[in-house]
């Protein structure tokens, strides 16, 4: 499979099960636009060389993907990630505090993809985690890793917040928790202080983007 050789090819620096694990995840988290059937045909090759925990939570996102009506599917996603403070995907939206900070800090997510040879998608912002998993997965892994271990408590306040949505896609937030080490006790009471204010009111107006996941609808689009 062409998607699997791109996993394979990657530098060194995180297992291949991680990288796999990484890329499924940032299929599944992709809008579920026409493509979603292709792409769940494509995680359910990818994860047939995933074993563990990682492998079933996977499967139980697709499972209930698979299930769905396609309008119902896009109106959940849209509901949960894009009506939903606590669930964004953008992770310096919850780090950035205000305009001029997470502007910085997206820029910081642009200048590691430049680093290490790719340019930032011209469709979505570099910090959105569908993003970041794909260039985890098949350009970087060794920085992709540390972007999402930085960012380790974003992820972690994302998933709670999709647990409790009762969303599918809880399962594969916690499916690439699998792969980052163990959150620290500090990390754990900063994410249920995160949890609990919220992320910041305030976010730049940044045009949504794509690398090869498709973008979230812009608000005409709605």
Do not use: K
Request: proline share 8%.
């Amino acid at each position: 499979m062409r998607l699997l050789s791109r996993v394979r090819s990657s530098p060194a620096g995180a297992s291949l099960q991680d990288r796999l694990v990484w890329q499924a995840a940032s299929l599944l988290l992709a809008y579920p636009d026409e493509a979603l059937q292709q792409r769940l045909d494509t995680v359910e090759q990818l994860r047939a060389h995933v074993s563990g925990r990682a492998a079933d939570l996977l499967g139980r996102t697709v499972a209930a993907l698979r299930g769905a009506a396609p309008m119902d599917a896009a109106t959940a996603y849209v509901d949960v990630f894009d009506l939903r403070r606590r669930s964004t995907m953008y992770l310096t939206y919850w780090t950035g505090g205000d305009t001029r900070n997470r502007g910085s800090e997206i820029l910081a997510f642009a200048q590691v993809y430049r680093a290490a040879g790719a340019e930032p998608p011209v469709g979505e912002t570099p910090d959105h985690l569908p993003v970041v998993l794909e260039f985890a997965a098949t350009v970087d892994p060794v920085a992709g890793r540390r972007l999402l271990v930085e960012h380790r408590v974003p992820i972690d306040v994302l998933r709670e917040a999709l647990t409790e949505a009762g969303s599918p896609y809880a399962h594969t937030v916690e499916a690439v928790c699998e792969t980052l080490p163990p959150a620290s006790d500090q990390e754990l009471r900063r994410a249920e202080r995160l949890a609990q204010a919220g992320p910041p009111a305030e976010a730049i107006g940044l045009q949504p983007f794509t690398l090869t996941v498709p973008p979230r609808r812009d608000e005409g689009d709605r």
